[in-house]
Nanobody, 129 residues
Framework: QVQLVESGGGLVQAGGSLRLSCAAS????????MGWFRQAPGKEREFVAA?????????YYADSVKGRFTISRNNAKNTVYLQMNSLKPEDTAVYYC?????????????????????WGQGTRVTVSS
């Protein structure tokens, strides 16, 4: 069992930055691929970014955030991060981190929410115009 706790959300003006963190319990964090998803009011949950297990050599991004968001991981701290720059009002959502152990390969797998085994409670990000 893995518990995930997100933090770092808040209110920011358009063009600003935030860094989200997701702390995981357990001693096997490095084995999990990690993803970030978001859900805006009235919309379905959507993929944001993912990073492969172990060294995190592979990263994947939704087109809507590519070039603005960066996902990274620190296995020593059992934490995955999402650095969000040049934020836009349309980035407003609850952001969730998720852990995947089944063994994804490629964007098509990492972008599917049903591939993930554990989810955090979410952290709210509001971007004002």
């Amino acid at each position: 069992q893995v518990q995930l706790v997100e933090s770092g959300g808040g209110l920011v003006q358009a063009g600003g930055s935030l860094r989200l963190s997701c702390a995981a319990s357990g001693r096997t964090f490095s084995r999990y691929a990690m993803g970030w998803f978001r859900q805006a009011p009235g919309k379905e949950r959507e993929f944001v970014a993912a990073i492969s297990s172990w060294s995190g050599g592979d990263t994947y991004y939704a087109d809507s955030v590519k070039g603005r968001f960066t996902i990274s991981r620190n296995n020593a701290k059992n934490t995955v991060y999402l650095q969000m720059n040049s934020l836009k009002p349309e980035d407003t959502a609850v952001y969730y981190c998720a852990a995947e152990i089944s063994g994804c390969s490629g964007y098509g797998c990492y972008a599917r929410s049903d591939e993930y085994d554990y989810w955090g409670q979410g952290t709210r990000v509001t971007v004002s115009s």
